[in-house]
């Protein structure tokens, strides 16, 4: 079954500071993975989308990387703000699908003064 | 910059009332998508829809669910019958082709439909 795991479920971090958040995906075959940020109550927002040709991508503080082989993402929040609290969902999409995206259920960050 | 509109942003409704949820992609979008995500959970696909016509559902899309484009620039979808597990926030999203699979899916705020 296609699945998209996150890790860790929440996490608190000091303002200025740095985080790692971690996906695992069992989509299969692999088209793309994405990284969205959703506020609460909001929809969520295109942070990153790579292919499994790219192994890097960056959106100003934000910085995915995606192994293919081992099916792994992370995203690297750097020197956190106040407005990064959010969910951060890792979404994976398969090559046989136009936008069946299958999401993770998210991360959810705070990041406190 | 453009933008995914979504009406209304709150409807409360009987069990066993219709409901109509409507939207308004990016105008040069060809590609809509109602997702939904329950509170507490993953954002889940319904449907995808182009030229006219569904061109993926998931099994949450049964035929309690339909999907239309009625004029040039809405999108809906209707529930037919409401069930107490149809509480969620629905989301409509767009994209433009021109990026083939990797285009970004642009998503609405929402709609919170509450079933009494």
């Known amino acids: 079954k296609n699945q998209v795991e996150q890790s860790p479920q929440s996490l608190i971090i000091l303002e200025g500071k740095n985080c790692t958040l971690q996906?695992?995906?069992?989509?299969?075959?692999?088209?793309?993975l994405r990284w969205y940020k959703q506020d609460t109550g909001r929809g969520p927002v295109s942070l990153t989308i790579m292919t499994f040709s790219e192994n890097t991508k960056s959106n100003g503080r934000y910085t995915a990387t995606l192994d293919a082989d081992t099916k792994q993402s992370s995203l690297h929040i750097t020197a956190s703000q106040l407005s990064d609290s959010a969910s951060y969902i890792c979404?994976?999409?398969?090559?046989?699908?136009?936008?069946?995206?299958?999401f993770g259920a998210g991360t959810q960050v705070v990041v406190t003064p | 910059e453009p933008e995914v509109t979504q009406t209304p942003s709150h409807q409360v409704t009987q069990m066993g009332q219709e409901v109509i949820l409507r939207c308004v992609p990016i105008?040069?979008?060809?590609?809509f998508y109602w997702y939904r995500q329950i509170l507490g959970q993953k954002v889940e696909f319904l449907v995808s829809?182009?030229?006219?016509?569904?061109?993926?559902k998931s099994e949450i899309f049964d035929d309690q669910f339909s999907v239309e484009r009625p004029d040039g620039s809405n999108f809906t979808l209707k529930i037919r019958s409401t069930k107490l597990e149809d509480s969620a926030m629905y989301f409509c999203a767009s994209r433009d082709m021109g990026q083939g699979r990797t285009g970004e899916l642009f998503f609405g705020e929402g709609s919170r439909l509450t079933v009494l």
């Open positions: 105008s040069n979008h060809l590609y």
């Open positions: 829809f182009y030229n006219n016509e569904i061109s993926e």
């Open positions: 979404v994976v999409s398969a090559t046989d699908s136009w936008g069946k995206l299958q």
């Open positions: 996906c695992n995906y069992t989509v299969s075959p692999f088209s793309n």
